[in-house]
């Protein structure tokens, strides 16, 4: 089985800075990708940032484009999200996903963390 497991939310005053980590654990054959995505009150799930793992390529929703970064250390399977210039809008559960196979090579499948609660608020 694969694990994912995220770590580090909290409460954050506007305009400041949090870093949220994730692991993922387990029977590992491939790791692919790892993400995070986050849901506030009252709205669907929404993809906040990705990373391919073998090419580093990212993507951003452009609500957060110029103030998160998403970063991994591979060796570790850890993936985080620095987080910077903090809005009220940002407030949501963060969750982490890891899209990875079982067997090195093998199809992926998408693997999610419990999520964390990020709050931004003065």
């Known amino acids: 089985q694969v694990q994912v497991e995220e770590s580090g939310g909290g409460l954050v005053q506007p305009g400041g800075s949090l870093r949220i980590s994730c692991v993922a654990s387990?029977?590992?054959?491939?790791?692919?990708?790892m993400a995070w995505y986050r849901q506030a009150p009252g709205k669907e799930r929404e993809l906040v940032a990705r990373?391919?793992?073998?090419?580093?390529?990212?993507n951003y929703a452009n609500s957060v484009k110029g103030r998160f970064t998403i970063s991994t250390d591979n060796p570790k399977k850890t993936v985080y999200l620095q987080m910077h210039s903090m809005k009220a809008e940002d407030t949501a559960v963060y969750y982490c996903?890891?899209?990875?196979?079982?067997?090195?090579?093998?199809?992926?499948?998408?693997?999610w963390g419990q999520g964390i609660q990020v709050t931004v608020s003065s």
């Open positions: 996903n890891a899209f990875a196979s079982r067997i090195s090579g093998g199809q992926a499948t998408s693997y």
């Open positions: 990373i391919n793992i073998d090419n580093g390529g990212t």
């Open positions: 387990g029977t590992i054959g491939s790791l692919y990708a």
